[in-house]
């Protein structure tokens, strides 16, 4: 009797705790989501609506022609060309020297490897905004780019251009951390066998490093591809011409000094969101599976 009171006890703690934890995962999903429904409310009223001093969620009518004119107000197919430009050759390349990077710390032995990687994760520290100025000087100056002669002067080097943008997104810290972590997991047995078969550290990188990486990279890709296709603050510095605006530049101009046009401002930002909700939405399992799979590892 005692035990089945216990049990009973027990089983209403479980659904009471069941029940708070719903409560406190839903209030956190509306929270969440309660500014893209504004976006999106937003997107579909008229300017005079977006003004006036009384709020509703729901328009009162929708004005699907926001959209049209915010196609109409830019050249924003090439807008757009130049964000996924950016974003998916800054994924691609970074990938290739995060993992490699991370490969390299994981699964090889050299001096100074601990030493190395701890001046690597220091730069996961360091605000972006502190560099930008030598990383900038660097882009200007490169040998050989842009009218520059060996010495990197002469001409205007990587700058406003799409590679400026690249550039400097091309390695990172982060992506670095991640891929170390998660080839720690590998088996030592790997290395043993591809020893076995003669096969050298670049090798058994490509060979069988490379394609058990599905997880990290599906990880790696929503990762870079966000970053680099919502940068904002570098393209700033980099680009000068308008045929070189990104999104995210191009989408400022909607933001004037004394109005800002909320209706395309709004519809603009949805449609600029479409690219990294599609690809998130794809790849979410294996996203989910290459954040778990990068705990901690000695």
């Avoid at 022609?65 to 950016?86: D, I, M, V």
């Avoid at 032995?109 to 996961?124: Q, T």
């Avoid at 040998?143 to 990197?152: C, E, M, V």
């Amino acid at each position: 009797m005692k035990g089945t009171v216990e049990f009973m006890l027990s089983k209403k703690a479980r659904i009471r705790n069941k029940i708070v934890l719903y409560i406190i995962l839903i209030a956190l999903t509306i929270i969440a989501v309660f500014p893209i429904l504004i976006m999106l409310s937003t997107s579909l009223k008229s300017l005079g609506e977006i003004r006036a001093s009384s709020f509703n969620l729901i328009p009162q009518s929708f004005h699907f022609e926001n959209f049209a004119k915010f196609l109409q107000s830019g050249n924003w197919g090439r807008y757009f060309y130049n964000s996924l430009y950016c974003a998916v050759f800054a994924t691609v390349i970074s990938y290739l020297t995060n993992s490699i990077g991370g490969y390299a710390f994981a699964r090889l032995h050299f001096k100074g490897k601990n030493f190395l990687f701890a001046l690597v994760m220091v730069g996961m520290m360091v605000p972006i905004q502190s560099i930008m100025l030598p990383v900038y000087l660097q882009i200007k100056n490169l040998p050989l780019a842009g009218g520059n002669n060996i010495l990197g002067v002469g001409g205007h080097g990587l700058l406003d251009s799409n590679w400026g943008i690249i550039a400097p997104l091309m390695a990172g810290a982060v992506g670095l951390f991640l891929t170390r972590q998660y080839y720690l997991g590998f088996p030592t047995a790997l290395d043993d066998a591809a020893k076995i078969d003669g096969c050298s550290p670049l090798r058994t990188y490509f060979s069988i490093y490379f394609p058990l990486s599905g997880p990290i990279l599906t990880t790696l890709i929503i990762l870079k591809f966000t970053d680099g296709y919502n940068q904002y603050l570098w393209p700033l510095l980099v680009i000068n011409s308008m045929d070189g605006q990104t999104v995210q530049l191009a989408l400022a101009a909607f933001k004037g000094s004394d109005v800002v046009q909320w209706d395309l401002l709004m519809a603009g930002t949805v449609v600029a969101c479409l690219p990294i909700v599609i690809l998130f939405f794809a790849l979410q399992k294996h996203y989910v599976k290459g954040i778990v799979s990068t705990g901690v590892k000695g």
